[in-house]
């Protein structure tokens, strides 16, 4: 089975330093790679994703992520935090491009510290 | 982008009551939703996958008599909560994939459902 792993569930970082979310995966066939961000009492908005084209992912907001097959990890960055990222953020993972089924990791709320 | 929609945002209703929450794809189509859950502080878990024209497909350990589901066209599935009890309150959130989006799933808001 499909699983994600998102290692700390809380983080927090002071205004402008570098933000460093931890997501590893479990599978045994090329994954699809997704991270999204939720703000409170609000749905998901998508950040990113990799679907095995370029290994390193821009996304929206400054955030990136690398895609790792030895690792098997797919850690989200962003260089300077700001105030603004401050909110829970979820990596996903689904495995058949036919099966559109996500695997949400736990979640990791981000903190942004004055 | 693609957008999808959720009525009510919020919702408080009597414990026994039928509460119906309804899904839709604003500018594209969906032959597929899928309705989460998601309690304070968790991740979303999947409920069941919601197949126009079809039964919809429901995750282990979710009850169908409970959450019935209907898809009735390519831009609209319902979620009925029947008989809802306080442990049914929730943070329900559907999402629809865009075709040949790679597996790009798109989200509503969510509906905040309280059972007193």
């Known amino acids: 089975a499909q699983s994600v792993t998102q290692l700390g569930s809380h983080v927090s970082v002071s205004e402008g330093a570098l933000v460093l979310l931890r997501c590893n995966y479990s599978s045994s066939v090329p994954p699809y790679l997704f991270w999204y961000v939720q703000y409170p009492n609000q749905g998901l908005q998508l950040l990113l994703k990799?679907?095995?084209?370029?290994?390193l992912v821009k996304g929206i907001n400054g955030f990136e992520a690398e895609f790792k097959k030895s690792e098997t990890s797919f850690h989200l960055t962003k260089p300077s935090a700001h105030m603004s990222d401050a909110a829970e953020y979820f990596c996903a993972v689904s495995f058949n491009f036919g099966n559109e089924k996500l695997t949400f990791g736990t979640g990791t709320r981000l903190t942004i510290i004055p | 982008g693609a957008v999808v929609s959720q009525h009510p945002s919020w919702v408080i209703c009597k414990s026994g009551t039928s509460v119906k929450i309804e899904c839709r794809s604003l500018d594209f189509q969906a032959t597929t939703m899928f309705w989460y859950r998601q309690f304070p502080k968790q991740s979303l878990m999947l409920m069941a996958t919601?197949?126009?024209?079809?039964?919809?497909?429901?995750e282990q350990g979710v009850e169908k008599d409970k959450f019935l589901i209907n898809h009735a066209s390519l831009t609209l599935s319902t979620l009925t909560v029947t008989s809802a009890h306080p442990e049914d309150s929730s943070f329900y959130i559907c999402?629809?994939?865009?075709?040949?989006?790679?597996?790009?799933?798109?989200f509503g808001p969510g509906t905040r459902l309280t059972v007193l």
């Open positions: 919601s197949n126009e024209g079809s039964k919809a497909t429901y």
């Open positions: 999402s629809a994939p865009l075709a040949g989006g790679n597996n790009e799933q798109f």
């Open positions: 990799y679907t095995s084209a370029a290994t």
